[in-house]
């Protein structure tokens, strides 16, 4: 670390010696060089960038998942888990089988549909004969009544047994084997596992046993502060950067903004949509969030190296020509981590010292 700060310290004093042979300044907010002047070396200089402007300054946010393309899929039947057909990370289908269990109930539930069935077809048989015998005088209508009151028992009966069969086993389990499947509620990948071949489950764990989602959509959680409520509304674009890509910026909008605000933070969380294609974002991970103004008003972005902060206010180098640098001051309309947005001080297109402008503010200062 020392090896490091003497390097930095003797690069700092060779830069200053250098930089004191040539630049003149010509006036109080501007600096001038030959042309192939060796200081030129120690700068870069680029072009400003412009984006949309943003209505807030960046907000901490976290990636989740879009809970409108998510399941969390639990066993509705008790069982013990004998065989496992999918993977975190994996694709699944509609329908598709999850893993197979050994439950007694799903064994209990067909033949409880089994006998209630065939209680019905006998029940309506003996309707039918009592409504015969009654239409040739035979039987009276109180018996009559009582068979149909029978048979319609015996129906809601079967009914009740068929739901039940039919809330446990989608599929149609009716071979009595006790092996039920648990199947994808929709298509999308397997986020989580959280089951092992021979555990014993029941409908009343507390944690769910897969976690389907769509990972092309998510959404984008922030807690909005209450001074900038004013700024956000629903539909409004939004810009989204997370650290593990630098210099990327993802898009989204503005879904939901909370109804109640939170007493001790003073912040209302808001719900941003995502499309995530590439599949590049995760849920879980950790974002900063800027809502935009709207995509017809745009800004001019300018790295936080750029900068040069005198007082209130905020100063930049700008190349107006070929080794002629001006110090210029701009008004910043947002400022984050890596990069800030000025809304007034320059122009599209224009270039600014973005390595060495401490370094000209100094022989600046000297040369005065």
């Known amino acids: 670390m020392m090896t490091r700060s003497i390097a930095l310290t003797t690069l700092l004093m060779c830069c200053q010696l250098v930089w004191g042979a040539d630049a003149r300044p010509a006036t109080a907010q501007v600096l001038r060089f030959a042309p192939g002047a060796p200081q030129l070396n120690y700068l870069r200089i680029q072009a400003v960038a412009e984006v949309p402007e943003p209505a807030t300054d960046p907000l901490n946010g976290r990636i989740a998942y879009d809970e409108n393309r998510t399941s969390r899929v639990s066993s509705p039947v008790a069982g013990r888990v004998v065989k496992l057909e999918a993977q975190p990370g994996d694709s699944v289908k509609a329908g598709q089988a999850l893993l197979w269990l050994d439950a007694p109930d799903l064994g209990s539930a067909v033949a409880d549909l089994r006998k ?4 019905l077809h006998l029940k309506q048989l003996a309707f039918q004969r009592a409504r015969s015998l009654f239409e040739g005088e035979v039987l009276a209508r109180k018996e009559l009544e009582a068979s149909e009151a029978d048979m319609k028992q015996s129906r809601a009966e079967a009914d009740r047994a068929r739901a039940r069969l039919k809330n446990l086993a989608p599929g149609g389990n009716l071979s009595g084997d006790n092996r039920y499947a648990l199947r994808a509620p929709f298509a999308g990948i397997v986020a989580e596992r959280q089951v092992n071949p021979g555990v014993e489950v029941r409908p009343d764990n507390p944690n769910p046993l897969f976690v389907i989602t ?4 998510l959404w984008a959680v922030i807690d909005l502060p209450e001074r900038d409520l004013a700024k956000v509304r629903a539909g409004q674009p939004i810009s989204l950067e997370v650290d593990a890509y630098p210099g990327r910026r993802f898009s989204g909008r503005v879904a939901s903004i909370g109804a109640i605000l939170d007493p001790a933070t003073r912040r209302v969380q808001v719900r941003c949509t995502l499309d995530n294609p590439d599949r590049l974002l995760k849920p879980e991970m950790y974002a900063r969030v800027t809502p935009l103004s709207g995509a017809a008003r745009m800004a001019l972005q300018v790295p936080n190296t750029a900068l040069i902060t005198e007082g209130l206010y ?10 002629v640098l001006e110090k210029r001051r701009v008004t910043l309309a947002a400022q984050g981590r890596d990069s800030a ?3 007034a001080g320059l122009k599209a297109g224009e270039r600014v010292v973005t390595t060495g402008a401490l370094l000209l503010n100094s022989e600046l200062a000297g040369g005065k």
């Open 341 to 343: 947005v000025a809304s």
């Open 314 to 323: 905020s100063f930049v180098f700008v190349e107006t020509s070929a080794g």
């Open 116 to 119: 209630a069935e065939a209680d």
């Open 214 to 217: 769509d990972p092309a959509h």
